[in-house]
């Protein structure tokens, strides 16, 4: 069974930094590749980012490019959304999806499952 656990939201002023974790298994990270998505109040869900362990890819949606960067720790089988000049539209629920089997610089593609997300909220 796949199972994704999203942390580390929270609340935060315009310009400050927050880094989300994603604790995943069910599968393997060798084979498959790991994804954010986030979805305001009132807007459609929107890819973030996401990377593959075996080959280094990883893509950024253009809204968020030069802000955020997205890590992986393979030995705890968790990924990490480090955000970092954050604008009040970043405000969002953000959830992991996975398992991906394509991730590059162009976008993904996977099987579309997703856990509880983590909240965040940046003030202006």
């Known amino acids: 069974e796949v199972q994704l656990q999203a942390s580390g939201g929270g609340l935060v002023q315009a310009g400050g930094s927050l880094s989300l974790s994603c604790a995943a298994s069910?599968?393997?990270?060798?084979?498959?590749?790991i994804g954010w998505f986030r979805q305001a109040p009132g807007k459609e869900r929107e890819g973030v980012s996401c990377?593959?362990?075996?080959?280094?890819?990883?893509y950024y949606a253009d809204s968020v490019k030069g802000r955020f960067a997205i890590s992986s720790d393979n030995d705890k089988n968790t990924v990490y959304l480090q955000m970092n000049s954050l604008k009040p539209e970043d405000t969002a629920v953000y959830y992991c999806?996975?398992?991906?089997?394509?991730?590059?610089?162009?976008?993904?593609?996977?099987?579309?499952?997703w856990g509880h997300g983590t909240e965040v909220t940046v003030s202006s």
């Open positions: 999806t996975a398992p991906l089997f394509l991730c590059t610089s162009s976008g993904w593609d996977g099987m579309d499952y």
């Open positions: 069910g599968f393997s990270f060798d084979d498959y590749a």
């Open positions: 990377i593959s362990s075996s080959d280094g890819s990883t």
